[in-house]
């Protein structure tokens, strides 16, 4: 298990990770969730030994991560750490065997990873010459190529065509059921709540909403509303009052109850306004979740 607790972080006098605690169980895939600046990837540099906590501890089943253990992580950064001018498989085979793993099996994974994750390339190609997103499969073979025990990952899913995001999603998938605890960062909420058996959203460097996809959502149903209507006037939303007009799509607008506002005083508000077309209570997406963690 990856355990994060109270971890606390500053850079001068900007505190970015305010007593963080949560934990990444075995076979586990953990969607780690934030707005930009939230201290997502501070927390992962933190495990890996790029930045030392100010306090707290980062533990691999209840052992302070020393450097034997952060060898055991496969990383994954968001900015592409591999060298640019080396081929791919030279540079895979070399970061392996920096892992203590022999040159011929290294050889071998690297090549196996490189046809299953179907990277596109020319034998003699450097890295550079690859597109965008074959060098992020790449970047997911290099934190693979050790057979770690825990992946940290961030947003290893940015510039992947569909199907490259499917091939990728299986490895992550296919790790978790091997045991292996997932942590991994993204902005794009349709996989995290697609993939992941927990997902923590932190906001001022900290964990303030976490939990299955429905327990989340359950702690949100109740306060979104549908509501469609035919006849009324251009920009009728803003006029429903105890409200806040949260999308449109369609012609169906979502509005967020406020505090205190009962949903029959908006049927009568919206009955004066155009005939209802539909008027019901909305199942609330991980993006609704998410807007409301880290807005409220």
């Known amino acids: 298990m990856l355990n994060f607790d109270r971890v606390v972080k500053s850079f001068g006098p900007k505190q970015v990770l305010n007593e963080l605690s949560f934990a990444v169980r075995p076979g586990e895939l953990y969607g780690f969730c934030g707005a930009n600046g939230a201290g997502k990837t501070t927390a992962m540099r ?52 920096l892992s203590g793993v022999r040159a011929d099996e290294a050889s071998r994974r690297a090549a196996e990873w490189i046809e299953r994750l179907g990277v596109v390339m020319s034998p003699k190609d450097p890295l550079e010459k690859l597109s965008l997103g074959n060098q992020q499969k790449v970047q997911l073979i290099a934190a693979l190529m050790a057979e770690p025990r825990v992946l940290v990952l961030d947003e290893p899913f940015s510039g992947l065509d569909p199907v490259a995001v499917d091939a990728m999603a299986d490895v992550l998938l296919e790790q978790a059921r091997n045991g292996i605890p997932v942590l991994f960062s993204s902005h794009q909420l349709d996989l995290v709540d697609r993939l992941c058996d927990r997902i923590g ?89 998410f807007r409301e963690a880290v807005t409220a």
């Open 46 to 97: 933190i495990a890996l030994g790029v930045h030392d906590a100010d306090s707290g501890v980062v533990t691999i089943d209840g052992r302070p991560i020393d450097a034997d253990l952060r060898a055991q992580i496969g990383y994954m950064p968001e900015e592409r750490g591999l060298y640019a001018k080396m081929r791919p498989i030279d540079q895979l085979v070399y970061l392996a065997k």
């Open 201 to 289: 959203i932190i906001r001022g460097g900290r964990i303030v909403a976490e939990g299955t996809v429905g327990e989340l959502r359950a702690k949100v149903a109740g306060r979104l509303l549908q509501i469609s209507l035919q006849g009324a006037e251009a920009g009728w939303p803003e006029s429903v009052p105890g409200v806040r007009r949260v999308d449109d799509h369609d012609g169906l607008v979502s509005f967020e109850l406020s505090d205190g506002t009962d949903p029959d005083d908006v049927l009568d508000a919206v009955r004066r306004l155009g005939r209802i077309e539909h008027f019901g209570w909305r199942n609330p997406s991980l993006s609704d979740i």
